[in-house]
């Protein structure tokens, strides 16, 4: 069993086996539910994921159109997971997780396989973290060249700074992770 929490710890989750899915979106709503430029998910069916405590939730129509429900901690806001919401009003099949809540072991595991919403990257993609294309520091010691958003070079510690990525495109191998599932 894989195990993971918010942020206070007064809602657990576990979830049993291998995700189905792990992916990254950067549509609107994923950016503002969890306040960052994208969001890193893992998908599983209902019945492999568990979860103590009682997290509030929170419908909405998604950039898709179809309707979601979200849920978080209600002490600490910690955004937890969403799931669909069939036109019957039941709870989809599959759980979107947000792989922050997990522990760190975890979460180090699984590589991203798909990627969605790319069009709607922050920034013009000029400072998409693409895991294996972009410089990436484990500390504060910089080697490689930095430049503003704008391609200006620019010295660390000069303020707002990026690398700048060997390539911002990604080749794609198959379809949106919605598309290869029923």
């Known amino acids: 069993m894989t195990t993971g929490s918010c942020f206070c710890g007064n809602i657990q989750v576990e979830f049993s086996g291998e995700p189905m899915i792990v992916a990254i979106c950067h549509c609107h709503d994923c950016r503002k539910i969890t306040g960052t430029l994208y969001s890193y998910n893992f998908v599983f069916k209902s019945d492999s994921f568990k979860i103590s405590g009682r997290p509030k939730e929170l419908p909405k129509t998604c950039d898709s159109g179809g309707r979601i429900m979200n849920h978080f901690c209600g002490d600490c806001g910690t955004p937890l997971y969403g799931h669909k919401v069939n036109a019957d009003g039941s709870a989809g099949e599959l759980k979107i997780v947000r792989a922050g809540i997990f522990d760190d072991e975890t979460v180090n595991k699984y590589k991203p396989g798909h990627e ?3 069009g709607r990257r922050t920034l013009n993609g000029s400072t998409y973290l693409l895991f294996s294309s ?3 520091w484990s500390g504060l010691k910089v ?4 430049y503003w958003a704008s391609g200006r070079k620019v010295e660390p510690g000069s303020g707002y700074w990026v690398s ?7 080749h794609v191998t198959q379809g949106p992770w919605w598309t290869d599932r029923g």
């Open 116 to 118: 969605v919403y790319t």
């Open 134 to 136: 972009t410089a990436s």
């Open 143 to 146: 080697t490689s060249q930095l």
């Open 164 to 170: 700048k990525p060997m390539s911002l495109e990604a």
